[in-house]
């Protein structure tokens, strides 16, 4: 099992941006996918971007603001977010998988491995 420890998060005004970083336990090009999903408060977590260390490709829930990039040297995957908006407000958790298919498949239950998630709220 990967520990995944998430940083990065807080408290912004809207249009404002943030960094969130994901520590991961082992050497992060042996991981198929990588990804953040965030959860708000009454709704279903949902995937945010995926990245695959082994290659480089991404998946994005929403084009252009998000950007998910990765460090092999720092095991690190980080999410940058620019033009926040109050509705981004949630928990944000990074995830692993090592399944096939896996910037597919980007639902929870895809997912086996997670970190404990760091708070970002928005205000307007």
């Known amino acids: 099992q990967v520990q995944l420890v998430e940083s990065g998060g807080g408290s912004v005004q809207a249009g404002g941006s943030l960094r969130l970083s994901c520590a991961a336990s082992?050497?992060?090009?042996?991981?198929?996918?990588m990804g953040w999903f965030r959860q708000a408060p009454g709704k279903e977590r949902e995937a945010v971007a995926i990245?695959?260390?082994?290659?480089?490709s991404t998946y994005y829930a929403d084009e252009g603001r998000f950007t998910i990039s990765q460090d092999n040297a720092k095991n690190t995957v980080y999410l940058k977010m620019n033009s926040l908006k109050p509705e981004d407000t949630a928990m944000y958790y990074c995830?692993?998988?090592?399944?096939?298919?896996?910037?597919?498949?980007?639902?929870?239950?895809?997912?086996?491995?997670w970190g404990q998630g760091t708070q970002v709220t928005v205000s307007s």
């Open positions: 995830a692993v998988t090592n399944r096939p298919l896996c910037l597919l498949r980007h639902r929870e239950a895809d997912f086996p491995d």
């Open positions: 082992e050497y992060i090009y042996r991981i198929n996918c």
């Open positions: 990245i695959s260390p082994r290659s480089g």
